[in-house]
T-cell receptor, first 110, second 114 residues
Framework: TQLLEQSPQFLSIQEGENLTVYCNSS?????LQWYRQEPGEGPVLLVT?????EVKKLKRLTFQFGDARKDSSLHITAAQPGDTGLYLC??????????FGSGTRLQVQP | GAGVSQSPSNKVTEKGKDVELRCDPI?????LYWYRQSLGQGLEFLIY????????KSGLPSDRFSAERTGGSVSTLTIQRTQQEDSAVYLC????????????FGPGTRLTVL
C-alpha cells in the first residue's frame, strides 16, 4: 500500500508569515500533485510536478519534488487570508487512481 | 462548460437503509473516480472507471459498497445497509484520462447515517 504523510496536520499563522508543508512517502511516484480544498467544495488542482528535483512556482507558492520522487514540499511566502484551506498532496503511480495524503489545514489570520 | 455535478448534496439516512449517490462527470472525460473524505481529512480512494475497462474496485471497504457507470458517463455509488461509520463526504472526480491528468472534482455528497 502506498502511503503519503503530510505535516503539519494543522497550521495557524498570521498574515504575512511564511510556511512550508511537507508530503512524504516511502514509495516512488511518477508524479505528484498538490490540491487545495475549501469548505463545501471539492479539491482543485494547484500543480503537478513530474521530474525529480523539479521546482515550480505559482505566484507566492513554490512546489518542489524530491530528487528520488518520494517527497514534496509546498512553501507559501507572505501568506494571505485567501490562502486558508485544506492542502492535499496526491501521488500518481502509473494509470491508477491517486493516493492522497492526509491533508494540511492552513488558517491564515488577518 | 459544466463541471462535475453530484446529487444529492446532502443525504441523511437511518442505519440499515440503502443509499444511492449520483455523479455526472464532465462530458468527454473517460476516467471517473469515487473517493470518501472523513471530516476534513485526506481522500480515501473507493473505485475508478476508465473507458470500457473493468473498474478498479480495490478501494471499496466492504461488499456493501458498489458502483456502476452507465454509457461511459453518469455513475452511481450504492451503499447497502448503511452503517454509522459510512458517514462522510463522498467525492466524485473525472479526468480526460488516467494517470497524471488533472482530476476535476464535484462538490461532494455529505452522507450522515443516524
Amino acid at each position: 500500500t502506498q502511503l503519503l504523510e503530510q505535516s503539519p496536520q494543522f497550521l495557524s499563522i498570521q498574515e504575512g508569515e511564511n510556511l512550508t508543508v511537507y508530503c512524504n512517502s516511502s514509495s516512488v511516484f511518477s508524479s505528484l500533485q498538490w490540491y487545495r480544498q475549501e469548505p463545501g467544495e471539492g479539491p482543485v488542482l494547484l500543480v503537478t510536478v513530474v521530474t525529480g528535483g523539479e521546482v515550480k512556482k505559482l505566484k507566492r507558492l513554490t512546489f518542489q519534488f524530491g530528487d528520488a520522487r518520494k517527497d514534496s514540499s509546498l512553501h507559501i511566502t507572505a501568506a494571505q487570508p485567501g490562502d486558508t484551506g485544506l492542502y492535499l498532496c496526491a501521488g500518481v503511480a502509473g494509470r491508477r487512481a491517486l493516493t492522497f495524503g492526509s491533508g494540511t489545514r492552513l488558517q491564515v489570520q488577518p | 462548460g459544466a463541471g462535475v455535478s453530484q446529487s444529492p448534496s446532502n443525504k441523511v439516512t437511518e442505519k440499515g437503509k440503502d443509499v444511492e449517490l449520483r455523479c455526472d462527470p464532465i462530458s468527454g472525460h473517460t476516467a471517473l473516480y469515487w473517493y470518501r473524505q472523513s471530516l476534513g481529512q485526506g481522500l480515501e480512494f473507493l473505485i475508478y472507471f476508465q473507458g470500457n475497462s473493468a473498474p478498479d474496485k480495490s478501494g471499496l471497504p466492504s461488499d456493501r459498497f458498489s458502483a456502476e457507470r452507465t454509457g461511459g458517463s453518469v455513475s452511481t455509488l450504492t451503499i447497502q445497509r448503511t452503517q454509522q461509520e459510512d458517514s462522510a463526504v463522498y467525492l466524485c472526480a473525472s479526468s480526460s484520462s488516467s494517470g497524471s491528468y488533472e482530476q476535476f472534482f464535484g462538490p461532494g455528497t455529505r452522507l450522515t447515517v443516524l
